[in-house]
T-cell receptor
């Protein structure tokens, strides 16, 4: 099956610093990847849609300057949390859907971000 | 717009009990339907899917049947195990395009006790 790899799986950073999370599709190409945020015991919140070679599309209420998304190739999207604060602490998950007729989406392992 | 509604949890069952998690959907066309499972501290894994009416998806003892007439895709398992404790998400996709995200329900937390 298709595999999406997300790195790192957890990170602790100091307030004010930036953190980059990588999402790679290992055995398929994805012109689009999706970034979600999940609070404890809550559902997934779609943050943005990452488009290869173009700007990301952000959901309402998501700060573009806080959550920078770059989709430089057909297999890699990155999410950078800039000037992180404790309220940015959360579980971030990426997802991608293979091109060419497969309907399901595949998810990375998630990244637990803790800002201290 | 499209939406997915699933029963709220948490659901607590004893081992070997029968499980049903209800899921209904609203869609303008003919969506594909999915159940995903999330174990603690992990991402989501596809559990099963169905792409057209009356299809039954099954995996690891779990089953769900695509019911167009009731717009439902209820998840069932005949005998749950402690290892089934997780959060279960129902989802739909109306597009074969890789450019649109799935629409998810809010998730149902299942706890199975020995």
């Amino acid at each position: 099956g298709a595999v999406v790899s997300q790195h790192p799986s957890w990170v602790i950073c100091k307030s004010g610093t930036s953190v980059k999370i990588e999402c790679r599709s290992l055995d398929f190409q994805a012109t689009t990847m999706f970034w979600y945020r999940q609070f404890p015991k809550q559902s997934l919140m779609l943050m943005a849609t990452s488009n290869e070679g173009s700007k990301a599309t952000y959901e309402q209420g998501v700060e573009k300057d806080k959550f920078l998304i770059n989709h430089a190739s057909l297999t890699l999207s990155t999410l950078t949390v800039t000037s992180a604060h404790p309220e940015d602490s959360s579980f971030y998950i990426c997802s991608a859907r293979p091109l060419g007729g497969r309907t399901e989406a595949f998810f990375g392992q998630g990244t637990r971000l803790t800002v201290v | 717009g499209n939406s997915v509604t699933q029963m709220e949890g948490p659901v607590t069952l004893s081992e070997e009990a029968f499980l049903t998690i209800n899921c209904t959907y609203t869609a303008t066309g003919y969506p594909s339907l999915f159940w995903y499972v999330q174990y603690p501290g992990e991402g989501l894994q596809l559990l099963l899917k169905a792409t057209k009416a009356d299809d039954k998806g099954s995996n690891k003892g779990f089953e769900a049947t695509y019911r167009k007439e009731t717009t439902s895709f209820h998840l069932e398992k005949g005998s749950v195990q402690v290892s089934d404790s997780a959060v279960y998400f129902c989802a739909l996709s109306e597009s074969f395009s890789g450019n649109t995200p799935l629409v998810f329900g809010k998730g149902t937390r299942l706890s199975v006790i020995a």
